[in-house]
């Protein structure tokens, strides 16, 4: 006589079930790792783009500036310190024309180095003058290095990027430090963080 093999009904429907109860307890723990890494990649493309403005200030001995931006080739008319809409860096003071890129001809006036995209509705980024409390909408770097608001004082910074959830309530951040001398460094500390919703 020969044998079937294969699944009995039994078997199948603990293997369903057993997949069932992985996926309920693994989805939520996917989003909020997704979410994590999101909120760490936000944070280490705004690093970035401040790296990149203050080397390419030293290196072209001009101005940089790193800006809020919209449309991702000119800086916003007014500084809201939501820099979530997106970012561009451009060799040039704020107010300078930022739209074509730094290639060819116009390498050494003003141009676009950097344009970075709007992030999306659950990362709000916040940014405040440390000295003065007021929101920073754009941080020009000078041929030393050293960030500058848009009135020519000394410019030290925080960035508050935020991890929000479905109702926007605040589930993870960090705070960007841009200092005195121009270099940045991120941090965890929750009394630094202070813009999140």
């Known amino acids: ?63 940089v500036t790193v800006c ?11 500084a809201t310190g939501s820099w979530e809409s997106g970012w561009i860096v451009f060799v040039g003071a704020v107010g300078s024309s930022t739209g074509a890129a730094c290639t060819g ?35 020009t770097f000078n041929a030393r290095g050293l960030p500058r608001t848009v009135s020519g004082a000394a410019l030290t910074a925080k960035f508050n990027v935020c991890s929000l959830d479905d109702s926007g309530a605040t589930i993870s951040s960090r705070a960007m430090m841009l200092n005195l001398t121009g270099r940045v460094r991120i941090s965890d500390n929750a009394a630094v963080i202070t813009l999140c919703p």
């Open 105 to 139: 001809a116009n390498v050494g006036t003003s141009c676009l180095l950097r344009s970075h995209e709007a992030i999306g509705n659950q990362i709000t980024i916040s940014a405040e003058n440390m000295d003065t409390s007021t929101v920073v909408g754009s941080a």
């Open 1 to 63: 006589m020969k044998k079937n093999s294969g699944f009995t009904l039994v078997e199948l429907l603990i293997t369903i079930v057993i997949v069932g109860v992985l996926l309920a307890v693994g989805i939520p723990s996917l989003k909020t790792f997704m979410k994590g890494n999101q909120l760490v990649a936000s944070t280490n493309e705004l690093v970035s783009a401040f790296n990149v403005a203050r080397s390419e200030a030293i290196k072209r001995n001009a101005s």
């Open 68 to 78: 809020e931006s919209t449309n991702g080739t000119t800086c916003t008319s007014a």
